[in-house]
């Protein structure tokens, strides 16, 4: 009886227990289909090459050697990228002072929290003006502002896919608390382009 449940993909199921059999081109395989998205969550969450390589790289050691524990209660997708958010966690701690949780700030900040001063309706901008370089660069920059937890939890709903339980699942935290995070990471990084997008198309530059 497989150690994988119905809640994985054929395509990942088939993976798995190629893994936990021990076989070694399944772990070249996961880090083929993989590596991508998880140096990705990993880059945006250090803000640095070298240290996004090391997570991606211990992210995958980690798996590879508790495979045999995973019984498919979620993706295999969804499973690295807690191992991926844990361990850039573990190292942002290290090298920062003692912090207040983001849902402890965001506890604090609610009795006396304004909305921001500049709101420039920049999400409804036509879809053509987010594929260009300029303006992806600018939204990566004001990703960088957020918290690593508020920035995870964007990345992985708005950026990943993943649904509000898989990013719950991921950063070990409730599915309201993801919609909390969600909601004030859109409203910072708003607050943070506002500036940018509406001097650029705040009086028609830009549009056709």
Same mark, same amino acid.
């Given at each position: 009886?497989?150690?994988?449940?119905?809640?994985?993909?054929?395509?990942?199921?088939?993976?798995?227990?190629?893994?936990? =059999?021990?076989?070694?081109?399944?772990?070249?395989?996961?880090?083929?289909?993989?590596?991508?998205?998880?140096?990705?969550?990993?880059?945006?969450?250090?803000?640095?090459?070298?240290?996004?390589?090391?997570?991606?790289?211990?992210?995958?050691?980690? =798996?590879?050697?508790?495979?045999?524990?995973?019984?498919?209660?979620?993706?295999?997708?969804?499973?690295?990228?807690?191992?991926?958010?844990?361990?850039?966690?573990?190292?942002?701690?290290?090298?920062?002072?003692?912090?207040?949780?983001?849902?402890?700030?965001?506890?604090?900040?609610?009795?006396?929290?304004?909305?921001?001063?500049?709101?420039?309706?920049?999400?409804?901008?036509?879809?053509?003006?987010?594929?260009?370089?300029?303006?992806?660069?600018?939204?990566?920059? =004001?990703?960088?502002?957020?918290?690593?937890?508020?920035?995870?939890?964007?990345?992985?709903?708005?950026?990943?896919?993943?649904?509000?339980?898989?990013?719950?699942?991921?950063?070990?935290?409730?599915?309201? =608390?993801?919609?909390?995070?969600?909601?004030?990471?859109?409203?910072?990084?708003?607050?943070?382009?506002?500036?940018?997008?509406?001097?650029?198309?705040?009086?028609?530059?830009?549009?056709?």
């Amino acid at each position: 009886m497989t150690r994988v449940e119905n809640s994985t993909g054929n395509n990942d199921r088939d993976l798995i227990e190629r893994l936990q =059999a021990g076989d070694k081109q399944a772990c070249a395989d996961c880090i083929e289909r993989y590596s991508p998205r998880i140096y990705g969550l990993a880059l945006r969450l250090m803000k640095n090459e070298a240290d996004a390589e090391d997570v991606l790289q211990e992210t995958f050691l980690s =798996a590879f050697k508790a495979i045999d524990s995973f019984e498919g209660r979620s993706n295999l997708g969804t499973w690295l990228y807690r191992i991926a958010y844990n361990t850039a966690m573990m190292r942002l701690r290290r090298t920062s002072p003692p912090i207040l949780s983001v849902d402890e700030k965001m506890a604090e900040a609610e009795q006396g929290y304004s909305l921001p001063q500049q709101l420039f309706d920049w999400c409804c901008l036509p879809e053509r003006e987010f594929a260009t370089e300029e303006v992806r660069e600018e939204l990566e920059r =004001a990703l960088g502002t957020l918290s690593p937890a508020l920035r995870s939890a964007f990345v992985l709903r708005e950026m990943e896919g993943l649904s509000t339980k898989e990013t719950a699942g991921v950063l070990d935290i409730s599915p309201s =608390a993801v919609k909390k995070r969600l909601q004030r990471a859109r409203m910072d990084l708003r607050e943070e382009l506002s500036t940018y997008f509406a001097g650029h198309y705040g009086n028609g530059n830009g549009q056709g």
